[in-house]
């Protein structure tokens, strides 16, 4: 959604890099916050650093304030930084997923004001979250976050690299990389996003479902309707991925192919893909056939070689 407002020849290459650093670097350092903290809470508890507090709102919103709380000067002031960086990682969270939910809609609607859709939305989510301030909400919340939030997320972030990197093609995406760049790709991007990325998020996410536990809340295992609801909420948010894979092969009128071959014909690019500005997808094609051009040229000297 956000590369959707850059420019055509945009440096995503840096971007990637910045965004990369960046993300690692807040990582770490929220990591030796964390463990600092919970280390010292410990410490005075005499508790198991495991027993001290799960992930989640309770690390936040308890055991964080409760050491925040013990500093010997000012502890109001840590306080108001504290909650005041979490309001603004709530605010910056939340434009971008509502961003993306108003791009579609104003994409596929150009009619539409995209005023009118912004207020829409947000007030439908609004309204929706209010449930979460109800007194049964950090259960609901804790449910949600489970099916919905991490599980489809990781699931749809799975399906997205492996189709581009194995159907769409890492030689297409490169090559459309280092014509919008005007340089080459490295061999560091190929490997991870030909093999590396794809490969272990998979693995990963199959680790994750056989090593699955009974969601809990507090400690007590939410109730059997509970997880049913939460597995009706994951299906929901993946049954589109079959449903538009199905609308996809069987758009196909050619009666003559075989099911097989529609789904081949629904896995490889389409001629309709490329830049929108008629001149820049002209240049885009002859770079495609030169790039192709000088790949059999070069098989072909290493054959004979």
């Excluded at 010292?40 to 919103?61: M, Q, R, Y």
């Excluded at 609901?140 to 919905?148: I, K, P, R």
């Excluded at 629904?266 to 997808?281: F, M, Q």
Aim: aromatic letters at 14%; charged letters at 15%.
């Amino acid at each position: 959604m956000y590369a959707s407002y850059n420019p055509f020849r945009h440096n995503v290459y840096r971007d990637a890099m910045i965004v990369s650093l960046i993300d690692t670097g807040t990582s770490l350092l929220a990591g030796f916050t964390v463990f600092s903290i919970l280390g010292n809470l410990a410490h005075e508890t005499g508790a198991k650093i495991e027993n001290v507090a799960k992930s989640g709102p309770g690390l936040v919103f308890v055991s964080y304030a409760d050491a925040i709380g013990k500093f010997d000067q000012v502890p109001q002031l840590f306080s108001t930084l504290f909650f005041l960086m979490l309001f603004s990682l709530g605010v910056g969270s939340a434009v971008s997923w509502q961003m993306a939910v108003i791009t579609v809609i104003c994409d596929q609607f150009p009619k539409l004001k995209k005023l009118h859709v912004t207020m829409a939305t947000c007030g439908a989510c609004f309204l929706l979250g209010l449930i979460y301030v109800t007194p049964g909400g950090q259960q609901v919340l804790t449910l949600v976050d489970n099916f919905s939030g991490n599980f489809v997320i990781y699931i749809l972030a799975t399906l997205e690299v492996m189709a581009i990197s194995w159907v769409y093609g890492l030689s297409n995406i490169v090559t459309d990389f280092e014509f919008m760049l005007g340089q080459k790709i490295g061999i560091y991007w190929k490997f991870c996003w030909g093999f590396f990325v794809p490969v272990f998020l998979f693995l990963i996410l199959i680790y994750s479902l056989v090593t699955m536990e009974t969601v809990e809340y507090n400690g007590v295992p939410l109730p059997g309707r509970a997880i049913a609801a939460g597995w009706v909420l994951a299906s929901c948010c993946l049954i589109f991925v079959p449903i538009f894979a199905f609308i996809e092969i069987f758009k196909n009128s050619n009666e003559k192919l075989t099911l097989l071959e529609k789904v081949k014909s629904s896995l490889t690019a389409s001629s309709l893909w490329g830049p929108k500005s008629p001149k820049e997808r002209a240049l885009w094609e002859n770079y495609v056939i030169e790039n192709k051009s000088k790949s059999k040229k070069g098989s072909c000297f290493k054959r004979k070689k």
